[in-house]
């Protein structure tokens, strides 16, 4: 049964830091997906990751994938409040999303 | 990418009743999926809407309880019968589109039963 892990849970992080949100999953999977979702909203999609080694950067985000450490990583370059929402990622097996537990971001002036 | 509508974008029940949730994408797409995500919680798959045939549902999930409909390629309902409180959820559809192989999200409807 695929599994999918995600790090930290919640995190408040302050304006201009930099944080990194882990994602692992336990067996082989055919993409990655990474979405925003704001209080009371849809997912908006943010990336999808094909391959091993696929790094994509949008603004201040910026994923990256693994697949032989079945690793991925979203990475937060100066927070801004405007990222403050909750992150989750999701692994495509046989087209189907199972998705991580989600991580709530807070960012504070 | 492909636009995805849902109806009703949230209502209230009362225990015992159903609702059925209707879902409508802009173009024709491979396949489409019911998730649930219940209060602070991530998504849970219901089951893959298949169009023509029966849907496939995942394991806990059964189709006396979430009967799916997709009688064609843009289209799929999903009612939640014989509703309790525990059925209080965001319901959202997706759908995988075949050109770029990306999974959109419809709005999501909210449940509450009362």
């Known amino acids: 049964e695929l599994k999918v892990e995600q790090n930290p849970l919640f995190l408040s992080m302050q304006e201009g830091k930099n944080y990194t949100i882990y994602c692992n999953y336990s067996?082989?999977?055919?993409?990655l997906y990474w979405y925003r979702q704001d209080p009371g909203k849809s997912l908006e999609s943010l990336f999808v990751?094909?391959?091993?080694?696929a790094v994509k950067q949008e603004g201040r985000l910026m994923a990256s994938l693994d697949t032989k450490a079945r690793l991925s990583t979203l990475h937060i370059t100066a927070a801004v409040h405007d990222l403050s929402a909750t992150y989750f990622c999701?692994?495509?097996?046989?087209?189907?999303?199972?998705f991580g537990t989600g991580t709530r971001l807070q960012v504070f002036p | 990418s492909a636009v995805i509508s849902q109806k009703p974008s949230r209502d209230i029940c009362q225990r015992g009743t159903s609702l059925t949730i209707q879902c409508q994408v802009d173009?024709?797409?491979?396949?489409m999926f019911w998730y649930r995500q219940q209060p602070g919680q991530s998504l849970t798959l219901i089951a893959t809407a298949n169009q023509g045939s029966e849907a496939t549902y995942e394991s806990g999930f059964v189709i006396d309880k979430f009967p799916i409909s997709r009688p064609n390629l843009t289209f799929s309902t999903l009612t939640v019968s014989n509703m309790s409180p525990e059925d209080s959820s965001i319901y959202l559809c997706s759908a995988l589109t075949g050109s770029r192989h990306e999974q959109y999200f419809g709005p999501g409807t909210r449940l509450t039963v009362t």
């Open positions: 999701a692994v495509e097996n046989t087209d189907k999303l199972i």
């Open positions: 173009s024709q797409v491979t396949m």
């Open positions: 990751l094909l391959s091993n080694g």
């Open positions: 067996t082989t999977s055919d993409r």
